[in-house]
């Protein structure tokens, strides 16, 4: 079964840059579509970013044009490169094998991203 690490989350400044990775292993990465979710204690886990094997990208309005999901299949990682960052946007990252429109599989623990001056 396909694990997931996720990494690179940090502090960053309103306006400020991040980049986000998620290694897999333990299955065959490349031919699966992959998703970013973000989620804020006391709220569901929500998605805002998808790649399919092939590399097409689909975002929620609320980071379309700021985020960017990317793979490396060789590497087995997905990226998530993060521009102009919020307050909005503080929050645990994970990433997940994505199968008919949902989460499929184990989560990672995630990674914390917090945005402030």
């Known amino acids: 079964q396909v694990q997931f690490v996720e990494s690179g989350g940090g502090l960053v400044q309103p306006g400020g840059s991040l980049r986000l990775s998620c290694a897999a292993s333990?299955?065959?990465?490349?031919?699966?579509?992959m998703a970013w979710y973000r989620q804020v204690p006391g709220k569901q886990r929500e998605l805002f970013a998808t790649i399919t094997s092939r590399g097409a990208t689909n975002y929620v309005d609320s980071v379309r044009g700021r985020f960017t999901i990317s793979r490396d299949n060789a590497k087995n990682t997905v990226f998530l490169q993060m521009n102009s960052v919020n307050a909005e946007d503080t929050a645990v990252y994970y990433c997940?094998?994505?199968?008919?429109?949902?989460?499929?599989?184990?989560w990672g623990q995630g990674t914390q991203v917090t945005v402030s001056s």
């Open positions: 333990g299955s065959i990465f490349s031919g699966y579509a």
């Open positions: 997940v094998r994505f199968l008919a429109g949902g989460p499929f599989g184990s």
